[in-house]
């Protein structure tokens, strides 16, 4: 099957929380772009279903947004990550507070020293 998406994913691991009105489960993003992200978790929402979430991007700064559920894959813990897409993916609708940070993560990284 053919990538469908449109903007590249970069693989990033950054702690998540999530639920549909406050953010209290737990899991890691696998990949990130500047429209969604893929949220490995074993507790999962059904596609429609619109999340607020924290994604904690170092130790002071997180990052909150709206997303709607895209996808579900519902695994058991054990199996979280051998299998591939386990979890979530999310259509970021809105960010709650400045895009910038996540759109800096989610541009390819320029080696430093070049001219």
């Known amino acids: 099957m053919a990538d469908k998406r449109r903007k590249p994913r970069i693989r990033k691991r950054l702690r998540v929380l999530y639920g549909p009105q406050i953010?209290?489960?737990?899991?890691?993003?696998?990949?990130?772009?500047?429209?969604?992200?893929?949220?490995?978790?074993?507790?999962?929402?059904?596609?429609?279903?619109?999340?607020?979430?924290?994604?904690?991007?170092?130790?002071?700064?997180v990052m909150r947004l709206e997303g709607r559920v895209h996808w579900a894959r519902k695994v058991p813990p054990?199996?979280?990550?051998?299998?591939?897409?386990?979890?979530?993916g999310i259509k970021i609708l809105n960010f709650l507070g400045s895009p910038q940070p996540y759109i800096d993560l989610c541009s390819p990284s320029v080696p430093t020293g070049q001219p």
Request: charged fraction near 20%; charge should be neutral; aromatic fraction near 8%.
């Open 78 to 88: 054990n199996l979280l990550r051998k299998v591939k897409y386990a979890g979530m």
């Open 23 to 61: 953010p209290s489960k737990i899991g890691f993003t696998s990949d990130i772009s500047e429209t969604g992200l893929c949220v490995q978790t074993f507790l999962v929402y059904p596609p429609g279903s619109i999340l607020l979430l924290e994604l904690h991007l170092d130790e002071r700064h």
